[in-house]
Nanobody, 124 residues
């Protein structure tokens, strides 16, 4: 199982950018598809972006398409989420997750490993 730790969250103004990082430990990182999710107060955890084993394929939620970019570095066991043009509605706790599936998944139930999350707050 992969252990995951997120970092990079913070408080920013609308229109700003943030880059989140997810550090993974364990020998199987290169064999797991990864994803970013977020959860706002009172809402369900939602899929944002996923990336396949090699990093060649990605998938995004409509709400972040064109603003967020997911990437991974299998040599460093890390995944990143570049977030541009942030909006107040992006305020949430952001989680990285790892799945044993060889294809990109979007349902929380498909992910067996989760980080503890990092808070992103966007002020208007």
């Amino acid at each position: 199982q992969v252990q995951l730790v997120e970092s990079g969250g913070g408080l920013v103004q609308a229109g700003a950018s943030l880059r989140l990082s997810c550090a993974a430990s364990g020998p199987t990182f290169g064999r797991t598809t990864m994803a970013w999710f977020r959860q706002a107060p009172g809402k369900e955890r939602e899929f944002l972006a996923g990336i396949n084993l090699s990093g060649a394929n990605t998938r995004y939620a409509d709400s972040v398409q064109g603003r967020f970019t997911v990437s991974r570095d299998n040599r460093k066991n890390t995944m990143a989420l570049q977030m541009n043009n942030l909006k107040p509605e992006d305020t949430a706790i952001y989680y990285c997750a790892a799945s044993g599936s060889p294809t990109i998944q979007t349902m929380t139930t498909d992910f067996g490993s989760w980080g503890h999350g990092t808070q992103v707050t966007v002020s208007s």
